[in-house]
């Protein structure tokens, strides 16, 4: 059975760092497409930020130049670096990882920013 199990959450003051974590297993295959989401209260899930298998990296917006997405296939894993946070990336934070039509999802990591 496949998981995803994040890490690497928690409280943080505005203008701070995080680094994610998130570990697949149960897999004898390289996931297509790898990703984080994230879901504030009161808000629909938004993705953050993909990233292909072959290294291709998309984010929103609201992260641009300030998270960086990368991903170790050989360890089925994929991070999420997380600078110059503000209150509004407080959320919960979700793995996402796809091969085919099978998607899977991670149970979540808390973030929140503030002083």
């Known amino acids: 059975q496949v998981q995803l199990v994040e890490s690497g959450g928690g409280l943080v003051q505005p203008g701070g760092s995080l680094r994610l974590s998130c570990v697949a297993s149960g897999i004898s295959f390289s996931f297509n497409t790898m990703a984080w989401y994230r879901q504030a209260p009161g808000k629909q899930r938004e993705l953050v930020a993909h990233i292909l298998s072959g290294g291709s990296t998309n984010y929103a917006d609201s992260v641009k130049g300030r998270f960086i997405i990368s991903r170790d296939n050989a360890k089925n894993t994929v991070y999420l670096q997380m600078n110059s946070l503000r209150p509004e990336d407080s959320a919960v934070y979700y793995c996402?990882?796809?091969?085919?039509?099978?998607?899977?999802w991670g149970q979540g990591t808390q973030v929140t920013v503030s002083s």
């Open positions: 996402y990882a796809n091969r085919c039509a099978d998607i899977y």
